[in-house]
């Protein structure tokens, strides 16, 4: 049973579509997060959620826009892609406290 | 948040203790440290944190000298598996706000 499912595993799209990215944990986690890692390895937070309400909004260009349905989902919607977008994207949830992070296994998103 | 330095790659033998470095000189009294584990394509794993004491878990240990100024990860009886990259990260846990910045890390070979 996964803790953090993320679907698609791999995404290979045309510039100019949209396309989104889902991710549900399955731990009771009250915070969720979207990451994204680029070519050279770097993760960077894009999105937090907190019990359904955006904590974190780093500067991310507003094609990004996340949506938590409930406490469980954070699904992450891309409109207009570009290929700068390719990147590997990981959903992570942690508890409330000073502990850990649980990932994703990560969506490879590929815009051509 | 305190920055992190950690060498960009090391080795070691299988069987025998990985020890993995980390410098965080400035380091404030509330950040703890975690240690997370980035296997190749996979999403980073959770490995352990602290605060001021050594702890222990069936991964790994963590020993943060007496200053908190620096931190080693100790793997105690490397394995195969345990090839990956390995980041070091310290982080002020203040409610909501966990956003975890992450570095390059230390890219781990265990060798046979």
């Known amino acids: 049973d996964t803790a953090v499912s993320q679907t698609p595993k791999y995404l290979v799209t045309q510039m100019g579509n949209d396309k989104s990215i889902k991710c549900e944990q399955n731990l009771g986690h009250d915070t969720m997060y979207w990451y994204k890692q680029d070519s050279k390895k770097f993760l960077k937070i894009m999105f937090s959620y907190n019990n359904k309400e955006l904590i974190i909004n780093e500067t991310v260009p507003n094609r990004f826009s996340p949506k938590s349905p409930d406490k469980a989902h954070l699904n992450l919607h891309i409109n207009s892609l570009e290929l700068g977008d390719s990147a590997v994207y990981f959903c992570a949830s942690s508890q409330d406290g000073p502990g850990g992070y649980t990932f994703g296994s990560g969506t490879r998103l590929t815009v051509v | 948040d305190a920055k992190t330095t950690q060498p960009p790659s090391m080795d070691c033998a299988e069987g025998r203790a990985a020890n993995l470095p980390c410098n965080h000189s400035?380091?404030?009294?509330?950040?703890?440290v975690y240690w997370y584990r980035q296997i190749h394509s996979q999403g980073p794993q959770y490995i352990i944190h602290g605060l001021k004491n050594n702890e222990t878990n069936e991964m790994a240990s963590l020993i943060i000298t007496e200053d908190r100024k620096s931190s080693t990860l100790i793997l105690p009886h490397a394995s195969l598996r345990d090839t990956a990259v390995y980041y070091c990260i310290v982080k002020v846990y203040a409610g909501n706000n966990r956003k975890l910045i992450w570095g390059l890390g230390t890219s781990l070979a265990v060798n046979p």
């Open positions: 400035t380091i404030s009294g509330n950040e703890y």
